[in-house]
């Protein structure tokens, strides 16, 4: 099991970013797929999560109306659409996969918001 995100970087508040999580296997549509983000000096917070077979989604309040998560089935890949980007936003994005007996993470991307 493999997860790779991809897509971050630096963007001007207000600005958009979508990153992306390609995951090897397994497939994303089996199981329930979140995003989480992790600050300098501060817990790691979840940020959005879908469903598998249903593709039901769900955010936290930080980010609902802001964000978007959604999956590609045929490239096997979860992406998190960000726009009207805040500096609170900046952060290291990590997508993780809900397994039985464990979850998988990836590396991260940055994502940092600035002027």
């Known amino acids: 099991v493999q997860l790779v995100e991809s897509g971050g970087g630096l963007v001007q508040p207000g600005g958009s970013l979508r990153l992306s999580c390609a995951a090897s296997g397994f497939t994303v549509s089996s199981y329930i797929m979140h995003w989480y983000r992790q600050a300098p000096g501060k817990e790691r917070e979840w940020v959005a999560g879908?469903?598998?077979?249903?593709?039901?989604?769900n955010y936290g309040d930080s980010v609902k109306g802001r964000f978007t998560i959604s999956r590609d089935n045929a490239k096997n890949t979860v992406y998190l659409q960000m726009n009207n980007l805040k500096p609170e936003d900046t952060a290291v994005y990590y997508c993780?996969?809900?397994?039985?007996?464990?979850?998988?993470w990836g590396q991260g991307a940055q994502v940092t918001v600035s002027t």
């Open positions: 993780a996969a809900v397994m039985p007996g464990r979850n998988y």
């Open positions: 879908i469903t598998d077979y249903g593709g039901s989604t």
